[in-house]
């Protein structure tokens, strides 16, 4: 895109962490972002930080992982705009660490529900309204465990690899159509991803989440700004964080030894980490 200015966004996860940054780095270009989260006072309070910047935003709440939930966003969101230009899918969750053979099906489900089919539901129903613009852009956030599956997050890591698919199967589809298709892959970003995971127990959130904080990684602006460049380029993909782009090399390099390369010093990385 030439210009962010006078566009309709909407992000998915947008009350906090990677979604928040998105919606404040895309509102100070001028663009009116819808912010949309399962818990919609945290959408409201981002509304209100993007506000009071002189920015344009609305709040609304979606559970992506609801096909009537998304169909009632579209609704809200075409009801307050007149159209959608952007659609960052960022809405996630994180795994607690956890050995396959100990991990409930049920917790590889819901994430599963939320980070795969969120984006395969966004997309499905926004779709034909990017379509219809000019010039549309259509963000899809992955995980450089869809570059790398390390051990101990498979549930997670298998979503990022099937986001990872879905939009490279769209871009080729939407070739020579006006919607660019985006996929962005950050490393460790400095978030609440597992305070905020309803896969863990609440009792071990916290000292999960204080053992992540302790993981070099990069501030969730970062990320929003690769994403930026990402639409305004229209770049077919997106690497943010040392990690990520040195996993990136590797994966080319050794596609069929990095499991066996790596797999003691993630093993290492997740102990010292984690604990695991």
Do not use: C
């Not at 989260?37 to 979606?62: I, Y």
Request: hydrophobic share 45%; glycine share 10%; no cysteine.
């Amino acid at each position: 895109m030439r210009s962010l200015r006078g566009k309709v966004a909407v992000v998915t996860g947008g009350g906090s962490g990677i979604g928040r940054a998105i919606a404040h780095d895309l509102a100070g270009r001028g663009t009116t972002v819808a912010v949309a989260d399962l818990d919609l006072e945290s959408a409201k309070r981002v509304v209100a930080e993007v506000t009071s910047a002189g920015g344009r935003a609305s709040a609304h709440q979606v559970d992506v992982a609801s096909e009537a939930g998304f169909r009632t966003l579209r609704e809200e969101v075409l009801a307050a705009h007149p159209a959608v230009d952007i659609l960052v899918n960022n809405a996630g969750i994180g795994p607690g660490p956890k050995n396959f053979v100990d991990t409930p099906l049920s917790d590889v489900r819901r994430i599963l529900d939320i980070n795969l089919w969120g984006a395969i539901h966004g997309t499905s129903i926004f779709l034909p309204d990017l379509l219809a613009r000019p010039e549309a852009s259509l963000v899809n956030i992955g995980s450089y465990t869809g570059l790398m599956a390390p051990s101990a997050v498979v549930g997670y890591s298998t979503s990022k690899f099937a986001v990872r698919g879905f939009t490279e199967a769209l871009r080729m589809e939407l070739a020579g159509s006006p919607v660019t298709v985006t996929l962005v892959m950050p490393g460790v970003t400095k978030t609440a991803l597992m305070t905020n995971s309803p896969v863990i127990d609440a009792e071990h959130r916290e000292s999960l989440q204080r053992a992540f904080d302790k993981a070099p990684g990069v501030l969730p602006e970062v990320v929003a700004a690769g994403v930026v460049k990402g639409i305004l380029k229209r770049k077919p993909r997106v690497l943010t964080g040392k990690d990520t782009v040195a996993l990136d090399i590797i994966t080319r390099l050794a596609p069929g030894r990095y499991s066996a390369l790596l797999a003691k010093p993630m093993s290492a990385a997740l102990k010292k980490t984690f604990g695991q």
